[in-house]
């Protein structure tokens, strides 16, 4: 966990200048400080932990999703990996606390209270920051030094759960200001799906070469897997996991049509385990195996 927040989120540069205190790191979270100007990278990547700023003193500003965005203290932001953020910097009295979790870990904690959200939930990832006042501020970090001070003790026989239960009510905290940001907003089932599954499509599209399972999409849709291969199969007729399938096919006829590569590198390519797993893969969507859709299409086979 401490490699990947410094090496995934806070630029080399900010390290060497020692704008950044890594405040307390396990296997399953870690808390750093960070301090002044453009401390982030400035695109993040595609994929990384579950990670979230309280944002204390400063701003901090960037694209995502084609929109210019500016945030100022006191903010809460979480960094929701659907849409990409670019072009982020921070101002020179910025002042941060990150907090990255373990996946597994968060979604562990997030499933004990995912219900209480409800439709939110996606509206919010569209635009996920809400701005906090002073005494809330105040209150997340008296939450946050408490959790660094668990993290900090490996002998406490209740850490992890101790930690589950301070993110879960750091969560809380922020889902309460959701709450009443969007109070007076209803929100359309019917239209939240539609979003969803648009979103869900693109994603596949994008995505579906480096992520055959339903429960990665669901993960970045915050939806369980059930309800997105439920609402898929009423809308499309057909599961999520087929349509990954379906987009994942298209791919690998696509790569197989070329003479120059071979069974193994497209396996590797589209992040199969190994050879013998996509052409298993292959067959059972198809009804022959790679070799064979080669052969029908003329191509010399290469393995």
């Known amino acids: 966990m401490k490699e990947n927040i410094i090496f995934q989120w806070i630029n080399d540069k900010s390290i060497a200048n020692r704008q950044v205190e890594i ?13 002044g100007e453009n401390v982030i990278c400035p695109d993040l990547l595609e994929e990384s932990h579950p990670t979230f700023l309280f944002l204390s003193k400063g701003k901090l500003n960037f694209w995502m999703n084609g929109d210019y965005i500016e945030i100022q203290a006191p903010s809460h932001i979480d960094f929701i990996l659907i849409y990409p953020w ?21 979604i562990k904690v997030s499933a004990s209270i ?40 490996p002998e406490y026989h209740f850490r992890y759960e101790v930690m589950e ?32 599954l648009s979103h869900f499509l693109h994603l596949v599209r994008t995505n579906c070469r480096y992520h055959h399972e339903v429960k990665w999409y669901a993960n970045q849709l915050c ?10 199969r009423r809308t499309y007729d057909k599961s999520a996991g087929q349509i990954i399938d379906e987009y994942l096919m298209i791919e690998a006829k696509a790569y197989l049509q070329n003479p120059s590569q071979s069974i ?12 013998a797993s996509f052409c298993k893969f292959f067959k059972r969507c198809c009804g022959i195996s790679p070799s064979e859709f080669k052969k029908a299409q003329g191509l010399t086979m290469r393995t």
């Not at 405040?23 to 301090?35: S, Y």
């Not at 982020?88 to 373990?102: L, M, N, P, R």
């Not at 939806?223 to 898929?232: F, K, N, P």
Request: hydrophobic share 45%.
């Open 23 to 35: 405040l307390a790191a396990n296997d399953k979270m870690t808390i750093l400080k960070a301090q």
């Open 86 to 106: 670019k072009k982020i910097k921070t101002s020179k009295d910025f002042e941060g606390y990150f907090v990255t979790t373990e996946q597994s870990f968060f």
């Open 114 to 153: 995912r219900s209480k959200f409800g439709g939110l939930i996606y509206q919010y990832a569209q635009k996920p920051f809400v701005p906090l006042n002073e005494e809330t501020i105040q209150r997340i970090i008296l939450f946050l030094h408490l959790l660094i001070a668990i993290i900090k003790q």
């Open 165 to 196: 239960n301070m993110l879960r009510t750091l969560q809380l905290e922020i889902w309460n200001i959701v709450f009443n940001l969007y109070k007076n907003e209803v929100v359309d089932e019917q239209q939240l799906w539609s979003d969803i």
């Open 223 to 232: 939806v369980s897997s059930d309800a997105l291969s439920a609402r898929a």
């Open 264 to 275: 193994q590198y497209i396996a590797e390519l589209l992040c199969f385990s190994d050879q």
